[in-house]
């Protein structure tokens, strides 16, 4: 056991949790920004907008992230149309295929939670809402989602852990995430133990940061 | 008492016994995704010149061996936790692993080369590399060459040289640096390989590239490298070697003896 090793190499580990930290957050707020619309309009009674919405969170939701990360790095990797276009810019960067992988996968995710709360709504205070005139738009602004919020918050940190868990696949697609400075260094001292745990400990304090922060949030709403 | 150290004699006669024993059952690690050296044919057996070598040597031992699939990143802790007893895998004999395992003499000498796109250049300036993007295959003599030469350059480690050479042709890449036979064979050879082509010199410094590629076996066991050297030694002399050389490389794979 030689923790000395990881000492040296401390500068690959924070480049990998910073990696981890922006990929992660960012993917989550873009999967956000998708999650919010798919999961109100997922319960649209018209079918032109119900069905590619329940397209993507079948296919996000019903298939491994890294096969996910596979065929969005490698797969269209594969085709010279788009090699040969302006994606191509974006899509030749690692980064950028993992964020799209996560974004959108988080999104799916998600966007099932912002369904499940909004379906679960009391309808008590929906109907209260209407008594007051309220207009649709207004009962979503002022009731639903906020209501729909206070109830999804435990599910949804459970999905930031497992965003955060789920990114140290970044590192097959050549990013040094935290997982990524882990094998760089374990491939380089043949010391899995050492250069694992440490890279256990980084995800654990990212984690408990998380469900520290949530933690507090959920509170506030309990004192309202 | 007599009775407690009695015992403890018989397990130290025995385990030493154990320890000293000819090899009569081998386990092999390979790798199984560096062709011509050894890879995973569509059936999922594995062949190559690692391969034809491993079994040549037990045949000269008479010894009984099991090839056992491993990947390149975790070769090493496999090895010293004992899940094979030695590792054929085209591995350059260096001053870093031999602080963790102990070598054969080497099976084999192939110098480390570049490859690109036709009509990129390559100057082996830190100036000049700075900013490139450079594929290498993870915790390789390549991969510490690079490393210590180029650090201005975007260096992508993979777990495997197919992964990197992928990159390459998808344009990912600027470079890839490998041994020159697997390229020449994993590249090359294969379908859209026209389009790349060696650039730069033969590299083989022994400060990064070692003295060759040896068997890898844990340190304890000195009595198996004895005997795999022994073999070395016999499938050289007996022209062995040189049918499965000529199998897969039409040049000298060994160098100076």
């Known amino acids: 056991m030689d923790f000395s090793i990881i000492l040296n190499e401390y500068q690959f580990y924070l480049d990998g949790l910073w990696t981890t930290t922006w990929l992660v957050a960012l993917s989550l707020l873009i999967g956000l920004v998708i999650a919010l619309p798919a999961g109100v309009l997922r319960s649209h009674p018209n079918w032109l907008i119900k069905g590619p919405i329940w397209a993507y969170m079948y296919f996000f939701r019903g298939t491994p992230l890294l096969v996910q990360l596979f065929l969005i790095y490698y797969g269209v990797a594969q085709f010279d149309s788009l090699r040969e276009s302006w994606l191509w810019y974006y899509f030749q960067e690692a980064w950028f295929c993992a964020l799209l992988a996560f974004s959108l996968n988080t999104g799916a995710y998600t966007a099932e939670i912002v369904r499940g709360v909004i379906s679960t709504m009391p309808k008590g205070e929906l109907e209260a809402a209407k008594a007051y005139g309220m207009s649709r738009l207004q009962i979503l602004r002022r009731i639903t989602l906020p209501n729909s919020l206070r109830r999804a918050l435990p599910a949804y940190s459970n999905e930031i852990i497992f965003m955060i868990h789920g990114s140290a696949i970044a590192g097959v697609v050549t990013i040094v995430d935290i997982t990524g400075a882990a094998r760089v260094v374990n491939a380089r001292y043949y010391a899995p133990f050492e250069a694992y745990l440490a890279a256990g400990v980084l995800y654990m304090c990212l984690t408990f940061s998380v469900i520290y922060l949530f933690k507090l949030w959920e509170k506030s709403y309990q004192h309202q | ?257």
């Open chain 2, 1 to 257: 008492m007599k009775k407690l150290s009695l015992l403890i004699a018989l397990f130290a006669f025995s385990f030493n016994a154990a320890s000293a024993k000819e090899w009569k059952e081998i386990r092999i690690g390979v790798e199984g995704a560096y062709p011509p050296f050894s890879k995973t044919e569509e059936d999922g057996s594995i062949t190559g010149f690692d391969i034809d070598i491993a079994n040549a040597l037990c045949a000269e031992l008479e010894a009984k061996c099991t090839l056992v699939k491993q990947d390149w990143d975790g070769i090493i802790p496999a090895l010293l936790g004992r899940k094979f007893d030695a590792i054929i895998a085209t591995m350059d004999i260096t001053e870093e692993r031999q602080k963790k395992v102990a070598f054969t003499k080497k099976y084999q000498h192939i110098p480390a080369r570049f490859v690109a796109k036709k009509g990129v250049t390559y100057e082996a300036t830190e100036a000049f590399m700075e900013g490139k993007k450079i594929g290498v295959q993870r915790a390789t003599t390549m991969d510490l060459y690079i490393s210590d030469n180029f650090p201005s350059a975007k260096i992508k480690r993979y777990g495997s040289a197919d992964e990197a050479y992928l990159d390459l042709k998808a344009g990912r890449l600027d470079y890839v640096m490998a041994d020159s036979a697997a390229i020449a064979d994993g590249l090359l050879a294969k379908e859209g390989g026209d389009k790349f082509e060696f650039v730069g010199p033969k590299l083989n410094d022994p400060k990064w590239f070692g003295y060759g590629a040896g068997i890898a076996i844990r340190k304890q066991n000195k009595d198996l490298a004895e005997q795999l050297n022994k073999a070395i030694d016999a499938i050289r002399a007996d022209g062995t070697y040189k049918t499965i050389q000529d199998k897969y490389f039409t040049f000298d794979v060994y160098g100076q003896e």
